[in-house]
């Protein structure tokens, strides 16, 4: 029999536990596995074909999560597989509670969700916040008629007196963000494609059925959302114009500031009501927040830490090109928020890492030397697939081999996006083995020599490096958990910087030069040893010990990680 004080003891736990949970803050460490982990965007359509029709769906995710286990990856971020005509390959959502056929069924999600829990890999699905498919039954409905129940769950307006549009805000992708419906003789609103009608948020039916959607994936095993374009969720309800600016868009149309239609007061509403579901099930949020500098970054975490736990820092993406002093600037604007960075060089919208940074020399030399930055600084990183193999960008060279929309509607000046969305790059064989069909997207040559099976057999290959700097980063707190120090921040050539944590430290020293270069570390100034320094993951450097100094020796985009202690 239980001792009386063992069963009230139980009682009271029993009794709290609830309470505890309801009120504990969004930052309890029961919240926090994704500041541990390793993000991993992939782009269901590119990265495994199981049944070899070209393309990727979710069986080919499950037959790889061994191999993203081994790399040292945590969660996966899939772009959408949502039920979509595909306009904007899957940003076009018709059903927000169900997989694309050509994806799978959600059988094959829930084996999914079960195989990465064996790995340990989690899953993360991309919301689309701002808009539906104009196929979605929700627009459906709303189009049917004025009077439909449905027909403010989007913003439908009259147009002006000579049959223009109500304002001269322009889409994203190029022309009038308005189209007339001819059946009710209004326009609606899609600052994405006509295709992808803007759901209104002010709605609260709209935003009931939103968050309910998130609480069906919660339910079946996912642990969060990268949300899609949060800051064009609202637009002022007076319909100004936006102001006109000098000059032509990429698509001809009229330069514009949006200010009336985009980063409106009431986003954060909605993040705090996302981030209040996401509570419920231990969730994590990741933003798709381009914002103009640091301080508007930092509003999407919420003023009590009560917004996205993870906005993407796209400042980071922004530098293009390998300079100590500018990602120098970049981390000290990240570190002055005093929140949690999120570091992304690459997604699948932006060109890929490999070529915006590469010199055509020594890009491999670069890849790892982006690899030793992003994945040992104090915050969350993001990967996007392929980049542990230095995949290149495969850009079409002709308007007619293009199927990205954008790149058909802007050519030439805008090639869209195709080249940073090609498929992974598995083995030297056919389609670098992504498929025995031929793919969606070409592959490009370099698949021969940057792919998973050949890179594997190389002790210095850009995957093997990922892979040493991945499991140093799971098997060292100061890379998870350790503060920032930036060293030596006068060095134009050369940036390097402390991970410390607990009377210890990681030191990380990256040449970003063609040159060789050498940096003197003193380590004592750090109360820590010059002497006690241990090698941990290096690429074409080595570090002579010394009580005065340590000196790191660096060949051209030579990388150096030492273990310190005191």
């Known amino acids: ?30 919240h926090e596995w994704w500041k541990r982990a390793v993000f991993y965007e992939l782009y269901p359509r590119s990265f495994a074909d199981s049944n070899n029709d070209g393309i990727g769906d979710l069986k080919g995710i499950t037959s790889k999560m061994g191999y993203l286990r081994d790399l040292g990856v945590d969660a996966i971020w899939i772009t959408p597989c949502f039920p979509s005509p595909q ?13 694309d056929p050509m994806y799978g069924t959600l059988a094959d999600f829930d084996a999914m969700v079960a195989e990465g829990k064996k790995k340990g890999v989690r899953i993360i699905l991309d919301f689309v916040v701002n808009h539906s498919s104009d196929k979605h039954p929700w627009f459906v409905e709303s189009s049917a008629s004025k009077t439909n129940p449905k ?115 009431e986003v954060h509403d909605v993040m705090r009501g996302l981030r209040k579901v996401a ?20 509003q999407y975490y919420g003023e009590h830490n009560d917004e996205i736990q993870m906005p993407m820092n796209f400042l980071f993406t922004e530098v293009n090109k390998v300079s100590a002093p500018e990602f120098r600037r970049q981390i000290a604007a990240a570190e002055s928020t005093g929140q949690w960075p999120v570091w992304v060089i690459s997604n699948h919208d932006i060109v890929r890492s490999y070529n915006r940074y590469g010199d055509g020399q020594h890009n491999d030399a670069i890849a790892k030397l982006l690899a030793g930055l992003y994945l040992t600084l104090r915050g969350t990183p993001i990967m996007y697939y392929g980049e542990e193999l230095g995949m290149e960008n495969n850009t079409p060279t002709r308007k007619e081999d293009v199927q990205d929309p954008i790149g058909r509607r802007g050519w030439p000046e805008e090639k869209g996006r195709d080249g ?95 040159e060789a270069q050498e940096s003197i570390v003193d380590l004592a100034a750090q109360g820590l040893s010059n002497e006690k320094v241990r090698d941990l993951v290096n690429t074409a450097s080595h570090a002579k010990r010394g009580k005065a100094a340590l000196k790191v020796t660096l060949k051209p985009f030579g990388v150096y990680v030492g273990g310190v202690s005191k």
């Open 87 to 99: 306009v904007d390959f899957g940003y076009d959502v018709s059903d927000y509670e169900n997989i």
């Open 1 to 30: 029999m239980l001792h009386w004080k063992k069963l009230f003891a139980a009682a009271l736990v029993l009794f709290v536990m609830p309470l505890a949970f309801a009120q504990k803050p969004a930052t309890d460490a029961g």
């Open 151 to 265: 027909r403010d769950w989007y913003i439908w307006r009259d147009g002006k007196a000579d049959g223009q549009p109500p304002n001269n805000w322009i889409s994203i992708f190029g022309g009038p963000a308005w189209k007339l419906d001819p059946r009710t003789g209004q326009f609606y609103y899609h600052y994405f494609y006509a295709e992808q009608p803007d759901l209104n948020w002010r709605n609260p039916e709209v935003q009931k059925a939103m968050f309910d959607a998130t609480r069906f994936w919660y339910k079946r095993g996912v642990s969060g959302f990268r949300l899609d374009a949060v800051d064009t969720l609202f637009e002022v309800q007076d319909l100004r114009d936006n102001p006109v600016l000098d000059g032509k868009n990429k698509f001809g149309d009229p330069m514009t500031q949006e200010v009336f239609d985009k980063k409106l007061p």
């Open 279 to 298: 509570d419920e099930s231990g969730a994590v949020l990741i933003g798709e927040t381009w914002t103009q500098d640091i301080a508007e970054l930092k």
């Open 420 to 514: 940073e969305r090609t498929p992974m790059q598995w083995r030297d064989a056919p389609n670098a083995g992504f498929s025995t069909a031929k793919p969606w997207l070409p592959v490009p040559d370099s698949y021969k020599t940057h792919n998973v099976a050949t890179e594997l057999k190389h002790h210095d290959s850009v995957l093997n490096f990922y892979k040493r700097v991945l499991a140093l980063r799971h098997e060292d707190k100061a890379l998870t958990e350790g503060s920032y120090v930036a060293l030596n921040e006068n060095d134009a050539n050369v940036l390097a910087y402390l991970r410390k944590y607990e009377g210890r430290a990681v030191l990380v020293v990256l040449n970003m030069s063609g």
